[in-house]
């Protein structure tokens, strides 16, 4: 009987399995280039005009308006030359350079140690501190231009990149904190507790635990709050009047006339200031997604 069983079992596996209908290697194809769809579109929206930028650059401006789509007659590095050479393009990205490290620096500082007083504080006290904060990401930027000059006038902050490092700080500081909240809260409180029985004190559980495990979190931020600040012209602009303080977007404004704007030139100006951008991203986008993403499925 069993000698039969077993001769019947090898007689089933080669029995053909038919195939869920409509399910072969083509429409799967189909699905997944329709699934793709939406990202190609987005990814063509974004490359598109950047890509028109780029070749732009290395236009002048009768060929730009003649054929602002094509490639360029003559691959000229002229406007960046003189980006460099006439317009002192080297001093705007050195102040950049300054200004958004500075801050980010400070941002990551301020708000990281914020974040662990938040988790380690009382839940009533924490949540007060953590709602307040939050409380600021609401506020558009633009209702507190007026009280934030009036303020920094009196401090005689105004034309000095210390006054722009402050406000660039106390803006962003509240997103700081709200991501760091979240991923130090998924944190294993087993290694806290662990390291308090041992003797650690806040100040070494803060460096020497929860500072490493959070650095995919922190690099998150820096990358969010560098592309913000770097980007930044609303604070220059109502802050810095001396043309030796200027940011590479305020600088960029000065190519604009009234009558007469040289594109080419500011084009070649968001390829130079977009570059820092691009190689922090490319370097960084591992622990960005990793930093978005971790915390999320604690439950």
């Given at each position: 009987?069993?000698?039969?069983?077993?001769?019947?079992?090898?007689?089933?596996?080669?029995?053909?399995?038919?195939?869920?209908?409509?399910?072969?290697?083509?429409?799967?194809?189909?699905?997944?280039?329709?699934?793709?769809?939406?990202?190609?579109?987005?990814?063509?929206?974004?490359?598109?005009?950047?890509?028109?930028?780029?070749?732009?650059?290395?236009?002048?401006?009768?060929?730009?308006?003649?054929?602002?789509?094509?490639?360029?007659?003559?691959?000229?590095?002229?406007?960046?030359?003189?980006?460099?050479?006439?317009?002192?393009?080297?001093?705007?990205?050195?102040?950049?350079?300054?200004?958004?490290?500075?801050?980010?620096?400070?941002?990551?500082?301020?708000?990281?140690?914020?974040?662990?007083?938040?988790?380690?504080?009382?839940?009533?006290?924490?949540?007060?501190?953590?709602?307040?904060?939050?409380?600021?990401?609401?506020?558009?930027?633009?209702?507190?231009?007026?009280?934030?000059?009036?303020?920094?006038?009196?401090?005689?902050?105004?034309?000095?990149?210390?006054?722009?490092?402050?406000?660039?700080?106390?803006?962003?500081?509240?997103?700081?904190?709200?991501?760091?909240?979240?991923?130090?809260?998924?944190?294993?409180?087993g290694l806290i507790?662990?390291?308090?029985?041992?003797?650690?004190?806040?100040?070494?559980?803060?460096?020497?635990?929860?500072?490493?495990?959070?650095?995919?979190?922190?690099?998150?931020v820096a990358i969010?709050?560098?592309?913000?600040?770097?980007?930044?012209?609303?604070?220059?602009?109502?802050?810095?009047?001396?043309?030796?303080?200027?940011?590479?977007?305020?600088?960029?404004?000065?190519?604009?006339?009234?009558?007469?704007?040289?594109?080419?030139?500011?084009?070649?100006?968001?390829?130079?200031?977009?570059?820092?951008?691009?190689?922090?991203?490319?370097?960084?986008?591992?622990?960005?997604?990793?930093?978005?993403?971790?915390?999320?499925?604690?439950?």
């Amino acid at each position: 009987m069993e000698k039969n069983l077993a001769k019947n079992d090898k007689s089933f596996k080669n029995v053909p399995v038919d195939e869920p209908i409509g399910i072969n290697g083509t429409d799967r194809l189909i699905d997944k280039v329709l699934r793709h769809i939406p990202l190609i579109i987005f990814s063509l929206l974004i490359i598109g005009p950047l890509t028109l930028v780029f070749f732009a650059s290395f236009k002048d401006l009768r060929q730009l308006y003649l054929d602002p789509l094509g490639l360029p007659a003559k691959w000229d590095f002229v406007n960046y030359v003189t980006l460099f050479a006439n317009e002192n393009m080297l001093l705007y990205f050195k102040n950049s350079v300054f200004v958004t490290f500075t801050s980010v620096f400070f941002i990551l500082f301020f708000g990281s140690m914020i974040s662990y007083a938040i988790i380690r504080l009382p839940r009533w006290v924490g949540g007060l501190i953590f709602g307040f904060l939050v409380v600021g990401m609401m506020i558009p930027a633009q209702v507190n231009m007026i009280p934030i000059y009036v303020l920094f006038a009196k401090l005689n902050l105004l034309n000095k990149h210390l006054g722009l490092i402050i406000v660039t700080i106390s803006a962003l500081l509240p997103i700081c904190v709200f991501i760091l909240t979240g991923f130090m809260r998924a944190l294993p409180k087993g290694l806290i507790e662990a390291a308090m029985i041992d003797g650690a004190s806040h100040w070494q559980i803060y460096t020497r635990i929860v500072l490493p495990l959070s650095l995919p979190a922190m690099s998150s931020v820096a990358i969010f709050c560098f592309v913000i600040s770097w980007n930044d012209l609303l604070y220059p602009l109502l802050f810095i009047k001396s043309a030796g303080l200027k940011t590479i977007p305020l600088a960029l404004l000065q190519f604009q006339g009234q009558y007469l704007t040289n594109y080419p030139m500011i084009f070649a100006g968001v390829v130079v200031a977009s570059l820092p951008m691009i190689v922090i991203y490319v370097f960084l986008q591992r622990y960005f997604i990793a930093g978005m993403t971790a915390g999320s499925m604690k439950g």
